[in-house]
């Protein structure tokens, strides 16, 4: 609909400035004399748009021009509220501000706080989202950052870096920063480290790829997981995973086959399953959840003997 294409070209040249007639007409697969009289129409409409003739010349619109909240429909507020509610939930700073202009803004929507989003895990404390914005603003100012790091297998170690860029991925935030103490760019889970300080001494900009740090969690190499799960362990099961890797059993059983980044975490989430799960493949994963069984019942048979001596 023509109405439609006003819309985009208006769009369009909000982001990227200016445009040739040509460009468009190649975009909507329309004549550039239709792409003038759409120009011809939103001028008519009070839209500031203007064209200049020759080399590098094109259509523009007005630098101080803003878009009229009635160009964008309801479903569109509704889509751009709920982006804005789900980075929200990622404790990215200076979110709420920007919901509640947007909010005000869209005064046709009831209520822009109709719906929540929260991937905070149980027992989060409140000083994550002051580390964030720490982290942020020293990436910004390209501040050198120093904190105690805990590895994925519980080390703990003094790191001096300088931030690169944020990932969100898995539920959690992820710091690619090069690290001064090893060197080399690296990946770190934010909810890890400790004791973050922002130093006053600034870095320059490393030319080498964020692709080359060294992998996190997330970026682990995949290995396939062939479980057995007992029934009572389902609802579980459809917490993180969807049908089309879940296969039922004739004797009531469950058959997982998922592919997902080997690392400590692994282990946790299927000991956490306690007699609820049996590791079919691979050999090592089941090889390793047995020897830590094992273990954990020395563990507590010693606990068990040293309560009965005293």
């Not at 120009?39 to 101080?64: C, F």
Request: one cysteine or more; aromatic letters at 10%; glycine letters at 4%.
């Amino acid at each position: 609909m023509k109405i439609n294409r006003l819309y985009e070209i208006t769009t369009i040249l909000l982001n990227k400035g200016t445009v040739t007639a040509k460009e468009l007409a190649d975009r909507f697969d329309v004549s550039t004399r239709t792409i003038y009289r759409d120009i011809d129409v939103l001028s008519t409409a009070g839209v500031p748009v203007y064209m200049n003739k020759g080399s590098g010349g094109g259509i523009a619109l007005l630098e101080s021009y803003a878009m009229n909240r009635a160009l964008i429909s309801e479903a569109e507020s509704e889509s751009l509220l709920i982006a804005l509610k789900t980075l929200q939930a990622t404790q990215y700073p200076e979110v709420d501000k920007a919901l509640e202009k947007i909010g005000a803004l869209f005064k046709k929507l009831p209520d822009y706080d109709w719906v929540e989003v929260d991937f905070s895990p149980w027992g989060a404390i409140a000083n994550e989202k002051n580390k964030f914005n720490e982290i942020k603003q020293a990436m910004l100012q390209r501040k050198v950052i120093r904190f105690v790091y805990v590895s994925g297998e519980g080390h703990r170690s003094d790191r001096l870096a300088e931030p690169v860029k944020l990932i969100f991925k898995g539920n959690a935030w992820y710091l690619i920063a090069y690290c001064r103490c090893r060197q080399q760019l690296r990946t770190f889970r934010i909810s890890r480290l400790k004791n973050l300080e922002v130093t006053e001494e600034s870095f320059d900009e490393r030319l080498v790829s964020v692709s080359s740090a060294k992998a996190a969690d997330y970026q682990r190499e995949l290995v396939q997981l062939k479980l057995r799960f007992h029934a009572k362990a389902l609802n579980r099961l459809y917490d993180y995973f969807d049908d089309a890797f879940i296969s039922a059993n004739h004797d009531g059983s469950y058959i997982l086959e998922v592919s997902l980044p080997e690392g400590e975490w692994i282990y946790s989430y299927i000991l956490s399953f306690g007699s609820l799960v049996e590791v079919i493949e691979p050999e090592h994963i089941r090889d390793t959840i047995i020897d830590r069984l094992r273990q954990a019942l020395i563990f507590y048979e010693d606990c068990t003997l040293s309560a009965l001596k005293r």
